[in-house]
């Protein structure tokens, strides 16, 4: 019994001498060249110790496998502790066989150069030092080698934090995965590995959990299948595909997603929906021969359903993340199916949208834009400059044919009604501000033809503000016209017109002045009158003799109030120096002797004292 005593305790201190009695740092000294061999990345590991609790292993501590000097000096890969679970008799044996590897909050740098080129890339062909190896350098299958150390039962990744900074813009673009769980059962050769993936991608807080099938692995690294099932957020993803000599290829699917999915609030009066997305992608992760750019992701085709109330838009497109190309159609879109709310005050409908446009850096180019609206045919192009607020952007197209009446009935709420066909022609900029109201300028041409401006008597208000009621006819409650051209230019204070010119049939209006925000109207300019009419004026307002030009007469006038309701009247002010002027003129007449003159001023006074005295 003593001896059995002795013998146990023997053994027992053995157990507990072992971690000290193995050296377990050869096995570093051993593998850790291989594996710098095959990433070529500077890689080192503090200590190497065996554990017997709670089960036999190696424990690795601080693993830091070092970034391309060309991105980072910072490491690309640090784990605090590393647990490696092993058979015993092979350990006996001075070989080491895999059955779980443990990994505990490891920290991965993922950084895009301003070229598009991921640190990744240069794993396994540009070494440390930049130099890239040859293509036969001769080894003992480093990739074999690395992948029988990997080749586990069971791998586990608890609290990670993957890091990815993206350098192609001006301002650095940084994101987070947190809370980083991976799991994986049956990597090994010729099985069939099984992964799962969870974390929160940060600072969007959105949480996703990712399950897959890969394989069967092969000694290359090559996958010949895998299926993935996720979760990002609350939207289902499924994928599919395979990576072959490092070339990635695949399907993606989403049957269905919204705005009120995402984690954050996009201040949409509705939300906005798409359904069947289905997408085809490449993607170079290890370049080989001549590759030099990885992690360029080319999409063709992609295609889709954006829902937004009745509206539905069909979209395609194919390309990069850096140039990518999209066209889009919808055979009906109501205004009031819009995410945000518009300056109307009755919803409208656009017909046969067709639009092509194309993402190249951070420009979204708008190639072409047509829609039927109002009865007529719109046409646009433009360019959003940048997609970090503050947003800038221009655009220019045209209008054409359209009904003036429906489109002002969209407009505006308004007892004066506008008949005829117009054409509009733009070419607007803009800025949007994150935090500030949005600011527009640029030209606007305005032409109508042929129409009616119902609820505004002109004649009526020629009569009203030269105070001779009657005088020219029976009011109609209406101005008919020939045209109606309006050359104006946007800005912060609504539209400058620069040039405004209206014909009806007895009159022709020319102004210039302001449309405010607010609708209100500020318009200064001639109304030229033919002698027909000019006549009937004349024997009732002798005062606008001042004013007659060849028969015709030229008066002044101001159109105020607002575009629901103008109001046309005398520009006193103006007619008073033109008739101060004309005065002058004729009193050099007399004072030069001209005796008719003279006559004919004393005669036109009578007139004019009449007019200013007459109640």
Do not use: C
């Not at 919803?347 to 446009?357: D, S």
């Not at 951070?362 to 109002?374: E, G, H, M």
């Not at 359209?402 to 489109?407: D, I, M, R, V």
């Not at 503000?465 to 020939?482: D, E, H, N, W």
Request: aromatic share 6%.
């Amino acid at each position: 019994m003593v001896a059995i005593a002795i013998v146990l305790v023997l053994l027992v201190v053995i157990i507990l001498l072992l971690p000290f009695l193995l050296d377990l740092n050869r096995f570093r000294d051993h593998y850790v060249p291989i594996i710098e061999q095959v990433l070529h990345r500077k890689v080192a590991v503090q200590d190497v110790r065996l554990t017997l609790y709670p089960t036999l292993g190696v424990q690795l501590r601080e693993v830091i496998i070092a970034d391309d000097p060309a991105f980072s000096s910072h490491p690309f890969l640090t784990v605090p502790s590393v647990q490696v679970a092993v058979q015993w008799r092979p350990l006996l044996q001075r070989r080491l066989e895999v059955k779980r590897v443990s990994v505990e909050s490891p920290i991965i740098q993922v950084i895009r150069s301003p070229k598009g080129v991921l640190n990744i890339a240069t794993i396994g062909k540009v070494s440390s030092s930049g130099k890239t190896l040859p293509e036969n350098t001769e080894s003992k299958d480093p990739v074999s080698s690395l992948v029988g150390v990997l080749a586990v039962k069971q791998f586990s990744l608890t609290g990670g934090t993957l890091k990815f900074e993206d350098r192609t813009r001006q301002s650095s673009k940084a994101l987070q995965i947190k809370n980083l769980t991976f799991n994986t059962e049956s990597v090994a050769i010729g099985e069939i590995a099984l992964v799962r993936v969870h974390g929160m991608v940060m600072p969007y807080q959105i949480p996703f959990d990712v399950t897959g099938r890969f394989g069967p692995l092969q000694a290359n690294l090559d996958i010949p299948n895998f299926d993935i099932d996720g979760l990002v957020g609350k939207v289902a993803v499924t994928a599919n595909g395979e990576m072959i000599d490092g070339q990635l290829t695949g399907d993606i699917q989403i049957p269905k997603a919204s705005t009120d999915d995402l984690p954050i609030k996009l201040g949409m009066k509705a939300p906005i929906a798409l359904s069947q997305l289905q997408a085809h992608f490449e993607a170079s992760i290890f370049p080989k021969g001549q590759q030099t750019r990885s992690g360029e992701v080319l999409i063709d085709p992609i295609r889709l359903k954006i829902h937004m109330g009745r509206s539905t838009i069909h979209l395609s497109g194919k390309g990069t993340p850096t140039r990518f190309s999209l066209v889009g159609d919808s055979p009906t879109f109501y205004s009031q199916d819009l995410p945000v709310s518009l300056p109307i005050q009755q919803p409208f409908v656009l017909e046969h949208i067709q639009f092509e446009a194309e993402k190249l850096e951070k420009n979204l180019i708008l190639q072409s834009f047509t829609a039927k609206a109002f009865d007529g045919t719109m046409r646009a192009k433009g360019v959003l400059d940048t997609w970090i607020p503050p947003l800038t952007f221009s655009m220019q197209g045209a209008f054409k044919k359209f009904s003036a009446e429906t489109l002002m009935k969209a407009i505006t709420p308004s007892p004066v009604k506008l008949t005829g066909v117009g054409e509009l022609k733009w070419t607007t900029r803009g800025i949007v501000p994150s935090s500030a109201s949005p600011a527009f300028d640029g030209p606007i041409h305005l032409t109508i033809r042929d129409g009616a401006v119902i609820g505004f008597d002109l004649v009526k208000s020629v009569e009203d503000a030269l105070r001779i009621p009657g005088v020219l006819g029976k009011s109609t409650g209406r101005t008919q016209y020939s045209l109606i051209d309006a050359k104006t230019e946007l800005n912060d204070e609504g539209l400058a017109i620069r040039k405004f010119i209206a014909h009806a049939p007895n009159f022709s209006l020319r102004s210039v002045g302001k449309v405010g925000l607010d609708q209100s109207l500020n318009l200064q300019g001639t109304l030229t009158v033919p002698p027909t009419i000019a006549e009937k004026i004349t024997q009732q307002f002798p005062m606008a003799l001042a004013v007659r030009r060849e028969g015709q007469l030229l008066l002044p006038f101001v159109v105020q109030g607002t575009i629901q309701n103008p109001r046309l009247r005398l520009n006193s002010q103006l007619l008073g120096q033109q008739v101060k002027k004309k005065v002058e003129e004729r009193l050099e007449k007399v004072l030069q002797g001209d005796d008719q003159e003279l006559q004919k001023l004393l005669d036109d006074g009578k007139d004019l004292l009449k007019q200013f005295f007459r109640k």
